[in-house]
């Protein structure tokens, strides 16, 4: 056995056995932890909703109360209702939201429930009859405090959006890394299997060579 083949079976190749499986444990191990927190991501949920109580807690103290040229913007005082269907008709308006929501605000909420999801918008007109509620019962303006969490409801939904983007971008990453992962487990995987059929097919060959060689020398005797 030459110098080059013994340092090739009895070092070279336990080292790059070792190293194969190392790294194919390491890989398995990336892919689980990675399988585990690409879970956890698609389990959190956006939470969208506010509480009545911090609508009326940041208008209070209350403010004089506005004439009709400075709130150009949103909802206004409740106003007759005309004989047009309600942009809001199909909907169930808590009792405590019908008086403020006639006329031109019901268009008003309307616009805003439009850039909501359909599944959320009764949702929405219950928590902003809610907010009415605890605006009246703490002596707020009803008219800013629907404003106030129109405004904020929009806002939440944009950061909503937003936060289910990066959401989506971190499961896209995830996967990618995991069928990378998969790749290069198997890479190694057949690496391992090489070497084991490297390593039998050498143990053959040499134990066939064993064999003829006495067969050789009774032919010569011969």
Same mark, same amino acid.
């Given at each position: 056995?030459?110098?080059?083949?013994?340092?090739?079976?009895?070092?070279?190749?336990?080292?790059?056995?070792?190293?194969?499986?190392?790294?194919?444990t390491?890989?398995?191990?990336?892919?689980v932890?990675?399988?585990?927190?690409?879970?956890?991501?698609?389990?959190?949920?956006?939470?969208?909703?506010?509480?009545?109580?911090?609508?009326?807690?940041?208008?209070?103290?209350?403010?004089?109360?506005?004439?009709?040229?400075?709130?150009?913007?949103?909802t206004?005082?409740?106003?007759?209702?005309?004989?047009?269907?309600?942009?809001?008709?199909g909907?169930q308006?808590?009792?405590?939201?019908?008086?403020?929501?006639?006329?031109?605000?019901?268009?008003?909420?309307?616009?805003?429930?439009?850039? +909501?999801? =359909?599944?959320d918008?009764?949702?929405?007109?219950?928590?902003?009859? @809610?907010? *009415?509620?605890? &605006? /009246?019962?703490?002596?707020?303006?009803?008219?800013?405090? +629907?404003? =106030?969490?129109?405004?904020?409801?929009?806002?939440?939904?944009?950061? @909503?959006? *937003?936060?289910? &983007? /990066?959401?989506?971008?971190?499961?896209?990453?995830?996967?990618?890394?995991?069928?990378?992962?998969?790749?290069?487990?198997?890479?190694f995987?057949?690496?391992?299997?090489?070497?084991?059929?490297?390593?039998?097919?050498?143990?053959?060959l040499r134990?066939?060579?064993s064999?003829?060689?006495?067969?050789?020398?009774?032919?010569?005797?011969?």
């Amino acid at each position: 056995m030459s110098i080059v083949e013994g340092f090739e079976r009895k070092a070279l190749f336990n080292i790059t056995r070792a190293v194969a499986l190392v790294c194919v444990t390491v890989f398995l191990l990336g892919i689980v932890g990675g399988v585990f927190y690409g879970v956890s991501v698609w389990q959190q949920q956006v939470n969208t909703s506010i509480s009545p109580q911090d609508i009326v807690d940041q208008l209070k103290p209350v403010e004089p109360p506005k004439t009709e040229a400075q709130q150009p913007q949103g909802t206004q005082p409740p106003v007759a209702q005309g004989p047009a269907q309600s942009p809001l008709s199909g909907f169930q308006i808590p009792f405590s939201l019908q008086k403020y929501i006639s006329g031109d605000n019901a268009q008003i909420v309307r616009s805003h429930l439009n850039e +909501i999801p =359909a599944e959320d918008r009764q949702t929405y007109l219950n928590e902003l009859g @809610a907010v *009415v509620t605890a &605006a /009246e019962a703490g002596k707020v303006s009803a008219v800013e405090a +629907i404003n =106030a969490y129109m405004d904020a409801k929009s806002e939440r939904y944009k950061q @909503a959006a *937003v936060k289910r &983007a /990066e959401k989506w971008e971190t499961l896209k990453l995830v996967g990618e890394i995991t069928a990378g992962g998969l790749f290069l487990v198997a890479i190694f995987s057949l690496v391992l299997v090489l070497l084991a059929i490297e390593r039998n097919t050498r143990s053959l060959l040499r134990s066939s060579a064993s064999a003829s060689q006495p067969a050789e020398q009774e032919v010569i005797s011969a």
